[in-house]
T-cell receptor, first 119, second 115 residues
Framework: AQKVTQAQTEISVVEKEDVTLDCVYE???????LFWYKQPPSGELVFLIR??????QNEISGRYSWNFQKSTSSFNFTITASQVVDSAVYFC????????????????FGKGTKLSVIP | EAQVTQNPRYLITVTGKKLTVTCSQN?????MSWYRQDPGLGLRQIYY???????DKGDVPEGYKVSRKEKRNFPLILESPSPNQTSLYFC??????????????FGPGTRLTVL
């Protein structure tokens, strides 16, 4: 079975600080995809990024960056110069070849990290 | 605009009164899924559908039904709601049901309270 662990339940930072959200995953698959979603206070789930297991290049998108390390099964998410609008719950998710039935690839979510950015 | 829509967004009901939460997507996606989100438990899959008339159980299907008569719609039915079904529900869709790389896009959520 596959598993995603987000050990940080809640994090608080002061605006403009950098913050890293940790994600550790477990899977027996050699091919898998990792995702990050953002859930702002309004409640919707916003897709942020997808990475495949064969591409360990780090990715940067504006103030967001992602560090994928296969050796430690981690896919950490860093927000640079945090802003109040970054306050949200962030979910890491894994999709591998573990079938949940009828050929569907199971998407497993971590329990989320609540980030509060204080002005 | 490409999107997944859900209705209603908020619902308060009483135990035993049948209800349906609708989900619709305009992206011609084959795969659709329902999740529930509960504090401390993250998101758990209820049911999913690989295509029209093809549905299957997720991790927590008890007390729920679904149907997929049209590609764009995937309603979630609670025949006899109970208080333990009070939750935040999300519908999601993705293009290819068998693509491990496929990204699921989520609707805005439906907050259901069963008294």
């Amino acid at each position: 079975a596959q598993k995603v662990t987000q050990a940080q339940t809640e994090i608080s930072v002061v605006e403009k600080e950098d913050v890293t959200l940790d994600c550790v995953y477990e899977t027996r698959d050699t091919t898998y995809y990792l995702f990050w979603y953002k859930q702002p206070p309004s409640g919707e789930l916003v897709f942020l990024i997808r990475r495949n297991s064969f591409d360990e290049q780090n990715e940067i998108s504006g103030r967001y960056s992602w560090n994928f390390q296969k050796s430690t099964s981690s896919f950490n998410f860093t927000i640079t110069a945090s802003q109040v609008v970054d306050s949200a719950v962030y979910f890491c998710a894994l999709r591998g070849l573990a079938y949940s039935g009828a050929g569907s690839y199971q998407l497993t979510f971590g329990k989320g990290t609540k980030l509060s950015v204080i002005p | 605009e490409a999107q997944v829509t859900q209705n209603p967004r908020y619902l308060i009901t009483v135990t035993g009164k049948k209800l349906t939460v609708t989900c619709s997507q305009n992206m011609n996606h084959e795969y659709m899924s329902w999740y529930r989100q509960d504090p401390g438990l993250g998101l758990r899959q209820i049911y999913y559908s690989m295509n029209v008339e093809v549905t299957d159980k997720g991790d927590v299907p008890e007390g729920y039904k679904v149907s997929r008569k049209e590609k764009r719609n995937f309603p979630l039915i609670l025949e006899s709601p109970s208080p333990n079904q009070t939750s935040l529900y999300f519908c999601a869709s993705s293009l290819i049901p068998s693509g491990v790389q496929d990204t699921q896009y989520f609707g805005p959520g439906t907050r259901l309270t069963v008294l």
